[in-house]
């Protein structure tokens, strides 16, 4: 098969060459044939002849030229050598006629057939002794009709085999941006997993760590504490991070999958706690009934505050804290805001680009081992893009600015209607 692929591709690749062994061929059959009683092979028919054959090493390049030509030299044919006799060099412009026929739109090649035939059979009544309805004139329509038709059909089915190529093509080029637009939308996913996982870890481990090396020599009670925090948060983190590379690395469907609650605002008192315990002033107010929720709202409540409250560990200095849960008849409002040193934003094209203020790291003037001390214009990370993406996910809608005054507020609509379920 691969042979007769590669003999095909060699063929296409040298048309002239293909054309000429064609013509050559023709030449043999048509005009070297051993000469009929009625019709000797005369010098000007060999001449006509060549030319005509000659002409068809052209066809594919100029295919209404070449008709053009064998058909004017088989009318020279008629009138000078054979009359109303039929030749073998009826047979070149039948040629010449189904290739043209295969290059060109149906209309425009059974036009130029129909004048063929007519001019033909004009020849053949005008200069020799045959009736219209002759067989002759019959035979020679009947050559011209049936080159058209097979050119015709050899376009059409070219058209098909295109058309079924590109639907092909389309296909398989549609197929190829759905699994890269499933391949990018997981390793967003992914990414959003392990920065929420790990971002408020390794927020509190250096708060921490900075206490500790700020006590270690006055106060080596309050340092072992922060120590021991730092060994809980880290502890903490491994496991979520052996947890979610646990999963990813899981071979089966995600139906096998072992899977753990994912976490919601029940666990909001513990994460609350976390900061708390590493010195960060956070005073939470719910509002409203709660309810069960869908488990994408709860999990993206949950990542909002806690997105939140790590960068404000990380940006704040010495702040407060507010976070606001409020469960509205069709939604859910979560709302953030501290009274730190903060963050501004800088909008445009129609995205938000967080930026840090000058210093504005964990203590004013002194930048972390996670966020060095920052100029203006320096990007904040990816932490407020995944907070967006999350509440953008489910259909809510996500907006971060500096507070009135001082500090900075996170503020996320989420859709959560008193008819949903979990």
């Known amino acids: ?9 060699a063929i296409r690749a040298r048309p002239y060459l293909v054309d000429t062994v064609i013509a050559a061929v023709t030449f043999a059959v048509t005009v070297m044939a051993p000469p009929r009683e009625n019709l000797p092979l005369t ?8 030319v005509m054959c000659a002409a068809l090493v052209f066809r594919r390049a100029w295919p209404r030229v070449v008709v053009a030509v064998t058909l004017a030299a088989l009318v020279a044919h008629v009138v000078v050598v054979v009359g109303g006799t039929r030749s073998t060099l009826d047979l070149i412009p039948a040629i010449a006629i189904a290739t043209m026929a295969t290059h060109s739109p149906r209309r425009a090649a059974w036009t130029v057939g129909a004048i063929c035939a ?3 059979a004009a020849a053949r009544i005008t200069f020799a002794d045959v009736s219209w309805y002759g067989p002759e004139v019959a035979g020679q329509i009947a050559w011209i009709g049936m080159a058209t038709a097979a050119g015709d059909s050899a376009r059409s089915r070219r058209a098909y085999v295109a058309a ?16 890269q637009r499933r391949v990018m939308e997981e390793r967003l996913r992914i990414a959003r997993e392990l920065h929420d996982v790990l971002a408020h870890h390794i927020a509190l481990i250096n708060v921490q760590a900075q206490v500790a090396s700020h006590v270690m020599d006055d106060e080596p009670r309050q340092a072992r504490e922060a120590l021991g925090h730092i060994r809980q948060a880290g502890r903490a983190a491994l496991d979520e991070l052996r947890t979610t590379v646990g999963l990813l690395r899981q071979p089966g469907t995600t139906e096998e ?5 994912a976490p919601g605002l029940d666990r909001l008192p513990q994460l609350i706690s976390s900061f708390t315990s590493a010195g960060l002033r956070v005073d939470c107010h719910l509002e409203g009934t709660p309810r069960p929720l869908p488990s ?10 806690q997105e939140a409250l790590t960068n404000v560990s990380k940006h704040a200095g010495d702040a407060t804290t507010r976070v606001r849960i409020t469960y509205g008849h069709r939604d859910l409002t979560v709302d953030v805001t501290d009274d730190g040193l903060g963050l501004t934003t800088a909008t445009g094209a129609g995205a938000t680009r967080t930026t840090l203020r000058a210093g504005a790291a964990v203590r004013a003037g002194t930048g972390t081992a996670a966020e060095p001390e920052a100029d203006a214009g320096t990007p904040a990370g990816h932490g407020l893009v995944g907070m967006r993406e999350r509440a ?5 809608t996500f907006s971060v600015g500096p507070s009135p005054g001082r500090g900075f507020r996170v503020h996320a609509v989420l859709p959560a209607p008193e008819t949903s379920a979990l």
């Open 118 to 120: 007519l001019v033909l």
């Open 296 to 305: 994408p709202v709860e999990l993206t409540a949950f990542r909002v505050v």
């Open 164 to 179: 079924v190529e590109e639907r092909a093509r389309r296909a398989e080029q549609t197929r190829e941006e759905e699994a």
């Open 43 to 50: 010098p000007t028919g060999v001449v006509l002849g060549s």
């Open 1 to 9: 098969m691969s042979r007769l692929i590669g003999l095909r591709d």
């Open 257 to 261: 999958l072992p899977t753990e609650p």
């Open 392 to 396: 953008l996910s489910v259909g809510g």
